[in-house]
């Protein structure tokens, strides 16, 4: 297994480029190309004079090839091979022909081309340094590049504590960005640099019938789901029993011609669960339903592991219970895992009517009221950063660029002109691509499978955009026409129960197996030295201080993963 590099660095006199295998850190003028240790399946790809390297899997590499005609790579060609060469025939406009999971550098001429898929599936990673570039896949490669000066990026702090991941093209590293999707990136060797939107979505409004939206609808999940399906092989699907992962189990039960296998996930105590309703689908669907239940012990034990997996942090708890689906599911045979990730961003889920019900109430008719009722809306720690950053952190934050700006160009009218869809777009291209997607990448690569989300699917997006606001959020009704979609595959208990999500012993596990590990981090010598929490701060929400409800836990859970995150990437003060 392994990740990808690329390095740009002047050419010769000559304008010599080369593209070679193994350490591209030699120094040589020109793009050096090679791969490096870590999750994940990347390859350097050839055609004609174009080199390139990275992670690909395409879903419709037969109507690429179709379309390349006699250009198209010989049978059994990687999927690599396949869009480096629609590029190299069709440039950008054959990239977003492309439907698929993938991160590219291409050596193109003395320059070097990074391409992103169009939802933000695969990561890309870049950063400047002196006269060179370097590209990956992993942030950690670019990160450890020894040219480069980097540090602690203190406003990404702030993001990350407000979002809980980091929405745009900021990483926790000064000097590296990461690539927002459905974007071509050219960096040439005079360090300038130059970006290209290849895909983004559109509102398209079309005003037929409910039932015409439906049926077109559910032609494009099947179309998405049986395009997942691994041929001739066991498929894995992660089951939680809400509408989303429960449409999937059910349209690759339908579509595949190999076992389905479910797995859901359980925790010790007496948190509620979903339980009853993922296995009312599994037993409806038919499928090898497995359950797993995660004690706290466990969670302690492999959270450090699990954080240092990520190129960036995520304030999710359920990151070490998505590794052990992933690990159990391989573990039975299964190089593919489906999910029902997406139907939130896309259709309209929870977060949306509460800001419908803000527009409606809104007495500030400033420009950034919008996107600063979308910050509160996390309810993570946007409103406690003055008591929670140390005075040297506020200081040195100040001046610092507001993080409405991060939200207010998806907010306003432009692209969307509806307020629902503006939030769906708000969501998938900050919280579908930065969070939802990479995690879900990372952890599944690192055990050895490919997680595969049939509802970030670009047509299933696309049509979204185009059913009318009142046919996604009919009432209080969420993801109605997605539910009216599927309404014949389920039972009407799944199909019209509302959403509640898993509960997460959050505050259990930080009072019982990590009460110990969170003190010693959050408290010790290294946070200290890193001076960017109030240590009084800490210890109040330790102690549990001034709550009646323990919402401290979720605050902690933040701060916790990412001092363990830092300490992974040897981040020091």
Same mark, same amino acid.
């Given at each position: 297994?392994?990740?990808?590099?690329?390095?740009?660095?002047?050419?010769?006199?000559?304008?010599?480029?080369?593209?070679?295998?193994?350490?591209?850190?030699?120094? =040589?003028?020109? =793009?050096?190309?090679?791969?490096?240790?870590?999750?994940?399946?990347?390859?350097?790809?050839?055609?004609?004079?174009?080199?390139?390297?990275?992670?690909?899997?395409?879903?419709?590499?037969?109507?690429?090839?179709?379309?390349?005609?006699?250009?198209?790579?010989?049978?059994?060609?990687?999927?690599?091979?396949?869009?480096?060469?629609?590029?190299?025939?069709?440039?950008?406009?054959?990239?977003? !022909?492309?439907?698929?999971?993938?991160?590219?550098?291409?050596?193109?001429?003395?320059?070097?081309?990074?391409?992103?898929?169009?939802?933000?599936?695969?990561?890309?990673?870049?950063?400047?340094?002196?006269?060179?570039?370097?590209?990956?896949? /992993?942030?950690?490669?670019?990160?450890?590049?020894?040219?480069?000066?980097?540090?602690?990026?203190?406003?990404?702090? !702030?993001?990350?504590?407000?979002?809980?991941?980091?929405?745009?093209?900021?990483?926790?590293?000064?000097?590296?960005?990461?690539?927002?999707?459905?974007?071509?990136?050219?960096?040439?060797?005079?360090?300038?640099?130059?970006?290209?939107?290849?895909?983004?979505?559109?509102?398209?409004?079309?005003?037929?019938?409910?039932?015409?939206?439906?049926?077109?609808?559910?032609?494009?999940?099947?179309?998405?789901?049986?395009?997942?399906?691994?041929?001739?092989?066991?498929?894995?699907?992660?089951? /939680?029993?809400?509408?989303?992962?429960?449409?999937?189990?059910?349209?690759?039960?339908?579509?595949?011609?190999?076992?389905? !296998?479910?797995?859901?996930?359980?925790?010790?105590?007496?948190? +509620?669960?979903?339980?009853?309703?993922?296995?009312? #689908?599994?037993?409806?669907?038919?499928?090898?339903?497995?359950?797993?239940?995660?004690?706290?012990?466990?969670?302690?034990?492999?959270?450090?592991?699990?954080?240092?997996?990520?190129?960036?942090?995520?304030?999710?708890?359920?990151?070490?219970?998505?590794?052990?689906?992933?690990?159990?599911?391989?573990?039975?045979?299964?190089?593919?895992?489906?999910?029902?990730?997406?139907?939130?961003?896309?259709?309209?889920?929870?977060?949306?009517?509460?800001?419908?019900?803000?527009?409606?109430?809104?007495?500030?008719?400033?420009?950034?009221?919008?996107?600063?009722?979308?910050?509160?809306?996390?309810?993570?720690?946007?409103?406690?950063?003055?008591?929670?950053?140390?005075?040297?952190?506020?200081? =040195?934050?100040?001046?610092?660029?507001?993080?409405?700006?991060?939200?207010?160009?998806?907010?306003? +009218?432009?692209?969307?002109?509806?307020?629902?869809?503006?939030?769906?777009?708000?969501?998938?291209?900050?919280?579908?691509?930065?969070?939802?997607?990479?995690?879900?990448?990372?952890?599944?690569?690192?055990?050895?499978?490919?997680? !595969?989300?049939?509802?970030?699917?670009?047509?299933?997006?696309?049509?979204?955009?185009? #059913?009318?606001?009142?046919?996604?959020?009919?009432?209080?009704?969420?993801?109605?026409?997605?539910?009216?979609?599927?309404?014949?595959?389920?039972?009407?208990?799944? #199909?019209?129960?509302?959403?509640?999500?898993?509960?997460?012993?959050?505050?259990?596990?930080? /009072?019982?197996?990590?009460?110990?590990?969170?003190?010693?981090?959050?408290?010790?010598?290294? =946070?200290?030295?890193?001076?960017?929490?109030?240590?009084?701060?800490?210890?109040?929400?330790?102690?549990?201080?001034?709550?009646?409800?323990?919402?401290?836990?979720?605050?902690?859970?933040?701060?916790?993963?990412?001092?363990?995150?830092?300490?992974?990437?040897?981040?020091?003060?």
């Amino acid at each position: 297994m392994a990740q990808w590099c690329a390095f740009l660095t002047p050419a010769d006199p000559a304008g010599a480029v080369r593209a070679v295998g193994g350490d591209p850190a030699g120094g =040589a003028a020109g =793009a050096a190309l090679g791969l490096l240790p870590g999750p994940g399946a990347a390859a350097v790809f050839t055609a004609g004079a174009y080199r390139a390297a990275g992670t690909v899997t395409l879903f419709n590499a037969p109507a690429l090839r179709t379309a390349l005609g006699p250009e198209a790579p010989p049978p059994g060609a990687a999927d690599g091979e396949v869009l480096l060469r629609t590029w190299a025939r069709f440039g950008a406009a054959g990239i977003a !022909r492309a439907d698929g999971m993938f991160a590219l550098a291409i050596v193109d001429g003395d320059d070097l081309v990074l391409v992103r898929d169009h939802v933000g599936a695969r990561t890309l990673f870049h950063a400047r340094s002196g006269n060179a570039w370097a590209a990956s896949g /992993s942030i950690r490669a670019v990160a450890g590049w020894p040219a480069l000066r980097t540090g602690l990026d203190l406003a990404a702090v !702030r993001a990350f504590l407000t979002f809980a991941y980091l929405p745009g093209r900021a990483t926790l590293f000064r000097g590296v960005e990461e690539m927002l999707p459905g974007r071509c990136v050219r960096l040439r060797p005079d360090g300038t640099s130059t970006e290209e939107t290849y895909w983004e979505p559109a509102e398209a409004v079309d005003e037929r019938s409910a039932r015409a939206h439906a049926e077109i609808l559910r032609a494009r999940l099947e179309d998405a789901t049986a395009r997942r399906l691994p041929p001739g092989d066991p498929v894995a699907v992660l089951l /939680s029993g809400g509408i989303d992962s429960s449409l999937v189990t059910a349209l690759a039960t339908a579509h595949h011609d190999r076992p389905v !296998r479910t797995y859901s996930i359980a925790f010790t105590g007496t948190t +509620p669960n979903e339980l009853a309703y993922s296995g009312l #689908v599994a037993a409806h669907c038919r499928t090898e339903h497995r359950v797993l239940t995660v004690p706290g012990e466990t969670v302690a034990a492999r959270l450090a592991e699990t954080v240092g997996l990520l190129d960036c942090p995520v304030g999710d708890p359920l990151t070490v219970p998505n590794l052990l689906l992933a690990e159990a599911a391989a573990a039975d045979g299964a190089r593919v895992v489906l999910n029902g990730e997406g139907g939130d961003p896309v259709f309209g889920g929870p977060k949306n009517l509460p800001m419908l019900i803000f527009e409606l109430t809104r007495d500030d008719p400033g420009p950034n009221a919008r996107a600063a009722a979308y910050l509160d809306s996390y309810r993570k720690c946007h409103g406690d950063l003055p008591v929670l950053l140390t005075p040297a952190t506020l200081d =040195a934050l100040d001046g610092a660029p507001p993080l409405t700006d991060l939200l207010t160009p998806y907010l306003t +009218p432009g692209a969307m002109t509806s307020l629902l869809n503006q939030l769906l777009h708000t969501n998938l291209r900050t919280k579908g691509a930065h969070h939802i997607l990479t995690k879900v990448e990372r952890l599944t690569a690192a055990a050895g499978v490919e997680g !595969r989300a049939p509802l970030f699917d670009r047509a299933v997006i696309d049509h979204s955009f185009r #059913v009318p606001p009142r046919l996604k959020l009919a009432g209080t009704s969420e993801k109605w026409i997605l539910k009216e979609a599927v309404r014949d595959l389920l039972p009407a208990t799944i #199909v019209d129960r509302p959403k509640s999500g898993m509960r997460v012993p959050v505050q259990q596990w930080l /009072s019982g197996p990590l009460r110990e590990l969170g003190h010693d981090l959050l408290l010790g010598r290294s =946070a200290r030295a890193r001076d960017l929490f109030r240590q009084d701060t800490i210890r109040s929400w330790l102690r549990g201080d001034g709550a009646l409800l323990p919402r401290q836990g979720g605050k902690l859970w933040l701060v916790l993963s990412l001092e363990l995150w830092l300490r992974a990437f040897e981040v020091g003060p």
